[in-house]
């Protein structure tokens, strides 16, 4: 079976950075891209960013452009997400999630196949 694993989150101040880290282990599936998606207490699952995996292209969430970078290491099968600029808002608990074929709308968490459990990142004044 497919797992993905959270790794990274935590406490920080506003202003402040955190790298988050997504290692894929178990069955080896076709990997077309890795997202993060992040869930606050009472709100719908939000789209954060997305990596290609195989070229690299990314795409993000407007709230998020200019503050966080997607990344992978390609090697290892792991993923990142740089986040700088924190705010209070960006509080919540992120995903990262494994696209294993072609066609959907990233912005969608229907478009991935495989989940990881999450880790929580909060961001205080």
């Known amino acids: 079976q497919v797992q993905l694993e959270e790794s990274g989150g935590g406490l920080a101040q506003a202003g402040g950075s955190l790298r988050l880290s997504c290692a894929t282990s178990?069955?080896?599936?076709?990997?077309?891209?890795i997202g993060w998606f992040r869930q606050a207490p009472g709100k719908e699952r939000e789209f954060v960013a997305h990596?290609?995996?195989?070229?690299?292209?990314?795409y993000y969430a407007a709230s998020v452009k200019g503050r966080f970078t997607i990344s992978r290491d390609y090697d290892r099968n792991t993923a990142h997400l740089q986040m700088n600029g924190l705010r209070p808002d960006d509080s919540a608990v992120y995903y990262c999630?494994?696209?294993?074929?072609?066609?959907?709308?990233?912005?969608?968490?229907?478009?991935?196949?495989?989940w990881g459990q999450g880790t929580q990142v909060t961001i205080s004044s």
């Open positions: 999630a494994a696209r294993a074929h072609i066609g959907g709308i990233l912005e969608e968490h229907s478009a991935y196949d495989y």
């Open positions: 178990g069955s080896t599936f076709s990997n077309y891209g």
């Open positions: 990596i290609m995996w195989n070229n690299g292209i990314t």
